[in-house]
């Protein structure tokens, strides 16, 4: 089994802040692959399920906001029985200029607080993440920067990096280590 969780914050107001990069990423992974998603009240999150080479696969989209992510990658992993090594998070990323794809398999959250409520949740920094660059702007407030939509100038390179963490999850569900991923799609 194999979980991919994006991250970011439901309903329209949000559908294209810089925020909801994981949310991007898996709903383009979800449209390559047709699968729709599901809500699922007590696994607080809509869930899309499909089987690639034979192995099931879970896409996860949070519908609890950012700040309390954990709850709803928490619920899954535990209804599911789904080993940590099996999940990859997808977040975007302050600290990683606009188009930058970094990848890691453990780490702390660097202030981001999707991961920093999914460390509350599980316990541990130890699992996957892809992080997408979205800048920085000093003069404006991270709050609002992060729930600002993605600047014209920074469309294309977004749109670059989201196809790169697709495919990085791809590789992904069809067996391809983690470690050999992140030295593919990994971005300096």
Known sequence: MKLLVGLG???????????NMGFMTIDLFASKHNISFKEEKKLKCLLGVTNING???????????????????????????????????????LDSNPGRVRLRANGSSGG?????????????????R??????????????????????EEDEALTKEAINSAADALDEFVNGITFLKISSKYSKK
């Open 112 to 128: 981001h607080n999707g991961l920093k409520s999914i460390i509350a949740h599980i316990g541990t920094e130890q699992f996957n």
């Open 55 to 93: 192995e099931k696969v879970f896409l996860c989209k949070p519908l609890t906001y950012m700040n309390l992510s954990g709850e709803a990658v928490s619920a899954v992993l535990n209804y599911y029985k789904i080993p940590l090594a099996d999940m990859i998070i997808v977040a975007d990323d």
């Open 9 to 19: 914050n439901p309903g329209p107001l949000y559908v294209k802040t810089r925020h």
């Open 130 to 151: 892809i992080k997408i660059g979205i800048g920085r702007d000093k003069n404006i407030p991270v709050a609002d920067y992060v729930l600002g939509v993605v600047k």
